[in-house]
T-cell receptor, first 111, second 114 residues
Framework: QKEVEQDPGPLSVPEGAIVSLNCTYS??????FMWYRQYSRKGPELLMY????GNKEDGRFTAQVDKSSKYISLFIRDSQPSDSATYLC???????????FGQGTRLTINP | NAGVMQNPRHLVRRRGQEARLRCSPM?????VYWYRQLPEEGLKFMVY????????ESGMPKERFSAEFPKEGPSILRIQQVVRGDSAAYFC????????????FGSGTRLTVV
């Protein structure tokens, strides 16, 4: 079983739709959870991070963590064509300075 | 303030040749990390270095791969005797001593082995 699993998609939705991206993880010791956005031919950039359970909102983006089910989500409201990218969940490996990434979900927002 | 600089952006090598990938961290960043992204897969950690030290190389293949971060100059990821399976995007990230919270990725080097 992979440490972090993510549906690779691809996911295609119309502009303005609400998008839900999800990951599951296996190690209950994980405490911090991150979402990275990667545009085509570019490096990943940190979008949001959360600690433990609960929600965190930043503009049109909401990150949600449910530690009881080891499930993390990223919601995008009022999606825009500029949101078209690959979204990767990432978790810092406990005690180590490295990130464990999901496979990434390729998202396309159609005008 | 330049970000993480990786070069070359694209590299084509024939099977059996050597590939050298370079990474210059952001100014003030002393930690460097290398990740590999295979087609349709997420990023996989390879190695974590500080100046003149390899801190964690648990993700490096046992053979043909090596990395260094000298006192002066960029970090180098070296792949000897490349094979087709080495074709991937290789990303470098750097951070200040605080670690993963300050990660900044470069735009990557896309290696194609023909």
């Amino acid at each position: 079983q992979k440490e972090v699993e993510q549906d690779p998609g691809p996911l295609s939705v119309p502009e303005g739709a609400i998008v839900s991206l999800n990951c599951t993880y296996s190690n209950s010791a994980f405490q911090y959870f991150m979402w990275y956005r990667q545009y085509s031919r570019k490096g990943p950039e940190l979008l949001m991070y959360t600690y433990s359970s609960g929600n965190k909102e930043d503009g049109r983006f909401t990150a949600q963590v449910d530690k009881s089910s080891k499930y993390i989500s990223l919601f995008i409201r009022d999606s825009q064509p500029s949101d078209s990218a690959t979204y990767l969940c990432a978790i810092p490996d406990q005690g180590a300075q490295k990130l464990v990434f999901g496979q990434g979900t390729r998202l396309t927002i159609n005008p | 303030n330049a970000g993480v600089m990786q070069n070359p952006r694209h590299l084509v090598r024939r099977r059996g040749q050597e590939a050298r990938l370079r990474c210059s961290p952001m100014k003030g960043h002393s930690h460097v990390y290398w990740y590999r992204q295979l087609p349709e897969e997420g990023l996989k950690f390879m190695v974590y270095l500080q100046k003149e030290n390899i801190i964690d190389e648990s993700g490096m293949p046992k053979e043909r791969f090596s990395a260094e971060f000298p006192k002066e100059g960029p970090s180098i990821l070296r792949i000897q005797q490349v094979v087709r399976g080495d074709s991937a995007a290789y990303f470098c990230a750097s951070s200040p001593p605080s670690g993963t919270w300050g990660y900044t990725f470069g735009s990557g080097t896309r290696l194609t082995v023909v």
